[in-house]
């Protein structure tokens, strides 16, 4: 069974620095990987997917790497602003393809201080 | 991207009364949506796999007879929490996946949390 970690748990850092999300999965067999962002009590906002067959997806100050053989995934958010703060997700879809549902992290809950 | 609308945003309802939520996907057709349930300070869980024209696919642990899903249109499924009682107090919320330039997005909409008294 697919299991999804992120790691921290939680994370506090003054603007303007550059940071890195950690996710790692158990079973390396994934059709794709999407990092989410949540805000309190609201929906899930998609930011980057990565196929199973890239490395990375880059978007304005955000950028996903994917190492697939070794089950980690890392987001990259550059020059950090208060907006930032939210709770990032990590979910990875099976093999399967667009038939699979996700498997997700616990997250990473993100306060950047103004 | 994709647009998934899902309502209501909040329902509070008595104990022993049902639910019902829908998700409809906007500017596409789902032939496959997907329901999650999230517990306070926990990981969104997969409760099932909802197809359009068939039974839904329940995950592990999750009762059918209790949530009961629809989903008659290739744009609506809907998630109907029979007999509710407090520890289904949750945050419930939809899915769809869409297809685009050779793979699948996953795409969520607003998410129902649900309070029961």
């Known amino acids: 069974k697919q299991e999804v970690t992120q790691i921290p748990a939680a994370l506090s850092v003054p603007e303007g620095e550059n940071l890195v999300l950690n996710c790692s999965f158990t079973d390396s067999a994934i059709y794709n990987l999407q990092w989410f962002r949540q805000d309190p009590g609201k929906g899930l906002t998609s930011l980057l997917l990565?196929?199973?067959?890239?490395r990375e997806q880059t978007s304005g100050r955000l950028n996903a790497s994917l190492d697939k053989s070794s089950g980690r995934s890392t987001l990259y958010i550059a020059a950090s602003q208060p907006g930032d703060s939210a709770t990032y997700l990590c979910a990875v879809s099976g093999s399967g393809g667009g038939a699979d549902g996700l498997t997700f992290g616990k997250g990473t809950h993100l306060i950047i201080q103004p | 991207g994709a647009v998934v609308s899902q309502h209501p945003s909040r329902v509070i309802c008595k104990s022993g009364t049902s639910v019902k939520i829908e998700c409809r996907s906007l500017?596409?057709?789902?032939?496959?949506m997907f329901w999650y349930r999230q517990f306070p300070k926990q990981s969104l869980m997969l409760m099932a796999t909802?197809?359009?024209?068939?039974?839904?696919?329940?995950e592990q642990g999750v009762e059918k007879d209790k949530f009961l899903i629809n989903h008659a249109s290739l744009t609506l499924s809907t998630l109907t929490v029979t007999s509710a009682h407090p520890e289904d107090s949750s945050f419930y919320i939809c899915?769809?996946?869409?297809?685009?330039?050779?793979?699948?997005?996953?795409?969520f909409g607003q998410g129902t949390r649900l309070t029961v008294v």
């Open positions: 909802s197809n359009e024209g068939s039974k839904a696919t329940y």
């Open positions: 990565i196929q199973s067959s890239q």
């Open positions: 500017d596409f057709q789902a032939t496959t």
């Open positions: 899915s769809a996946r869409f297809q685009l330039l050779g793979t699948t997005e996953a795409f």
